[in-house]
């Protein structure tokens, strides 16, 4: 059944797709944008939601978020992930295959699929693996993959450390139009690090991943772009060199975009300091200057896109040793508050800007439907508070995950609506 007829009156409507600011109202109907304008006339029957001094933005899109389930359901759920992407006002995430079983099939494709729509709490797209089980020796059947609903392919979790499956996977996705999405690390420079490699993992006596590892996979992966034409996605760049290489492959005209994270634009290695597991992640935490430099690169569009890499863990699983502790951190429903606070808030990015890199380019990055407000676009639409004031407490999380390095954080601004295909399916409780 198709939704009532929702107006959204009297926000501020930022659409970047159509160099849109303006106090409008917006219309749904039947799950997709009618119009937007002043005073308009809600339709019989039609629910009304008042929006001044609020934001209304063309929903909120992360390419990178790690599910867990099948296989990983004591770390987060299909329904309990989707849930905090609502929470954070996403309404569409890309689902990585490094589950159990792994995403290298139309079966398991078509699960996924069939789980978020039971779930109804936001749009999720398939991503399959590039590698069958993620072993990097054969390809997968991409063709299948795609026609089952997969919407780009990538081994996250692990490296494609085979430059030949690598410019095959490339030359092969071309023909369904995806992008081939890589987590950029040589395993050969890196594989015993548990942190940034530098003088804070020599203080700690921790094993490093150097930069090096980054950088040598990335130019890789820029090389074989170039060789094959292909789209290529890079995940999680978090080096002053790897941005510095994307920039100069995207002037030469090579078909790549790529993606920032919260946690590197905020933190470097010294949140590790006291051996905090919530500050593990892979990529590690860099420096101060590869954090200015993937902000700078997310500033001048070098990195087209914020991604969380959100990567939820049991709370027994990330109080081991630092050592033995699993790589990863939440962020679905902290990324925009991040974002707000730190960067739009003083100065440092535009609110059009922001919503470009959560929005607009990361679906022409995937070529998943959205991040435009414009008649007859699908009716997913994030309603921000910036002035809501809140503090990150990882036990009010929907998500099952707690690993956040952001604990006690004061934000401010915040998603209190979340509307998918026309459907409220997140509200944020009045603020006490």
Not at 209 to 233: F, Y
Not at 342 to 352: A, K, T, Y
Not at 372 to 396: F, K, N, Q
Request: charged share 25%.
């Amino acid at each position: 059944m198709s939704p009532r007829p929702l107006l959204l009156k009297g926000g501020r409507v930022i659409d970047p797709e159509r160099e849109l600011d303006e106090v409008l109202d917006l219309l749904l109907v039947e799950g997709k944008v009618a119009r937007s304008g002043r005073d308009l006339t809600a339709p019989e029957g039609a629910k009304i939601e008042e929006c001044r001094d609020l934001l209304v933005v063309p929903g909120l899109i992360d390419v990178h978020v790690h599910l867990r389930e099948p296989g990983g359901e004591h770390k987060e759920t299909i329904a309990t992930g989707t849930r905090a992407a609502a929470a954070g006002g996403f309404t569409a995430v890309c689902a990585m295959p490094n589950t159990d079983p792994v995403i290298d099939s139309p079966a398991t494709v078509g699960f996924v699929s069939a789980a978020a729509r039971e779930a109804g709490h936001c749009r999720v797209y398939p991503v399959g693996a590039i590698s069958i089980g993620q072993r990097g020796e054969q390809l997968t059947e991409i063709g299948e993959l795609v026609q089952a609903g997969a919407v780009a392919i990538t081994d996250d979790g692990h490296s494609v450390m085979d430059s030949g499956l690598m410019r095959r996977a490339l030359e092969y996705a071309q023909a369904f139009d995806i992008p081939v999405a890589d987590h950029p690390e040589d395993l050969s420079l890196s594989r015993d690090g548990v942190m940034n490699e530098g003088l804070v993992s020599a203080r700690l006596g921790l094993p490093g991943k150097p930069n090096a590892s980054e950088d040598v996979h990335i130019a890789r992966d820029l090389l074989v772009a170039e060789l094959t034409g292909g789209r290529l996605h890079l995940q999680h760049v978090s080096t002053r060199l790897g941005v510095e290489a994307i920039r100069s492959a995207k002037a030469r005209g090579v078909r790549v975009t790529a993606e920032a994270a919260p946690h590197h634009l905020l933190l470097t290695d010294e949140a590790v300091g006291g051996y905090r597991t919530d500050a593990k992640m892979n990529p590690p935490l860099r420096t101060e200057s590869d954090r200015e430099a993937v902000v700078n690169g997310l500033l001048d569009g070098t990195l087209d896109t914020l991604a969380t890499d959100h990567a939820p863990h049991h709370y027994e699983e990330k109080e081991q040793a630092f050592a033995d502790a699993p790589f990863g951190v939440v962020g679905l429903e902290t990324a925009l508050g991040l974002m707000l606070t730190h960067f739009v808030e003083p100065g440092r990015m535009s609110l059009r800007t922001l919503i470009e890199r959560m929005s607009v380019q990361p679906a022409q990055a995937f070529g998943i439907p959205g991040g435009t407000l414009v008649e007859g676009s699908p009716g997913d639409v994030t309603v921000i508070d910036p002035s809501r004031e809140w503090t990150v407490d990882p036990d009010a999380f929907r998500s099952r995950g707690r690993n956040t390095p952001f604990t006690g954080w004061a934000l401010r601004g915040r998603a209190v609506l979340t509307v998918v295909g026309g459907r409220i399916t997140h509200r944020e409780p009045e603020a006490d």
